[in-house]
C-alpha cells in the first residue's frame, strides 16, 4: 500500500515570496505518478502539476514547479511568487502504476499574507 | 478541458432521509469513476470506485448498503447515502478518469463536491 505524508499541517507565506511543500511517499512500486492538487475553501479539486516516476526533469507548470528527488521518495512543490489567492488547501498525492486510485496525503493549509 | 459536473453542491436533509448526489461527465466518457468524503480540515478518503456497467468496490469500513454507487452510463455514477444520520454529514467528492487515461490533468476529473448536512 501506498503512503503519502505531508508533515507540514498548515504554512504561513508573505505575498510575492516563495513557499515548499514537502511531500514524502513510500511505495515499492518502480512506477508510479505523483500529482498536486490545490482546494481553496470552496472545496473544488484544482490539479497543479503532475511527475512521472520515470521523468528526467522536474515538472513545472508556470509559478508551480515539483522538486522530485526520487531516491529520497520526495517530491516537494515550490509557489513561486505568492499571492493571495494561493491561500488554500494542497494536496500531494500518488498513483501507483497497476491501479488507478490516487492516495492522498493530509494535506497542508497555506495562508498568504498581504 | 475535460468537465464533471457534480450535483447538488449543497444538500441538507432531515435523518432518514435518502440523498443522491449525481457526476455527469460532460465531454468525455468516464470508464471509472471515484467517490470521496472529506471531513473539514482532513484529507479525500475513498469511499468507492466504480466502473461504467459492473458493481462498484467499495473500501475497507465503507458500509455499501448505506452508501450506493450507480455508474449507469460512462458519463453517469451516482452515489446515493440511504438512512442518512447526522455523522454521515461531510463534503462528498467525485473524480472521473477519462476513457484515454491521459493529458491535462493526467487522467483525472474532479467533480465540485458536495456538502451533505444532516439535520
Known amino acids: 500500500a501506498q503512503k503519502i505524508t505531508q508533515t507540514q499541517p498548515g504554512m504561513f507565506v508573505q505575498e510575492k515570496e516563495a513557499v515548499t511543500l514537502d511531500c514524502t511517499y513510500d511505495t515499492s512500486d518502480p512506477s508510479y505518478g505523483l500529482f498536486w492538487y490545490k482546494q481553496p475553501s470552496s472545496g473544488e479539486m484544482i490539479f497543479l502539476i503532475y511527475?512521472?516516476?520515470?521523468?528526467?526533469q522536474n515538472a513545472t507548470e508556470g509559478r508551480y514547479s515539483l522538486n522530485f528527488q526520487k531516491a529520497r521518495k520526495s517530491a516537494n512543490l515550490v509557489i513561486s511568487a505568492s499571492q493571495l489567492g494561493d491561500s488554500a488547501m494542497y494536496f500531494c498525492a500518488m498513483r501507483p502504476s497497476n491501479d488507478y486510485k490516487l492516495s492522498f496525503g493530509a494535506g497542508t493549509t497555506v495562508t498568504v499574507r498581504a | 478541458g475535460a468537465v464533471v459536473s457534480q450535483h447538488p453542491s449543497r444538500v441538507i436533509c432531515k435523518s432518514g432521509t435518502s440523498v443522491k448526489i449525481e457526476c455527469r461527465s460532460l465531454?468525455?466518457?468516464?470508464?471509472?469513476m471515484f467517490w470521496y468524503r472529506q471531513f473539514p480540515k482532513q484529507s479525500l478518503m475513498l469511499m468507492a470506485t466504480s466502473n461504467e456497467g459492473s458493481k462498484a468496490t467499495y473500501e475497507q469500513g465503507v458500509e455499501k448498503d448505506k452508501f450506493l454507487i450507480n455508474h449507469a452510463s460512462l458519463t453517469l455514477s451516482t452515489l446515493t447515502v440511504t438512512s442518512a444520520h447526522p455523522e454521515d454529514s461531510s463534503f462528498y467528492i467525485c473524480?472521473?478518469?477519462?476513457?484515454?487515461?491521459?493529458?491535462?490533468?493526467?487522467?483525472?476529473?474532479f467533480g465540485s463536491g458536495t456538502r451533505l448536512t444532516v439535520v
Open positions: 473524480s472521473a478518469r477519462d476513457f484515454a487515461g491521459g493529458q491535462g490533468a493526467r487522467g483525472y476529473t
Open positions: 511527475q512521472g516516476s520515470y521523468d528526467q
Open positions: 465531454d468525455f466518457q468516464a470508464t471509472t
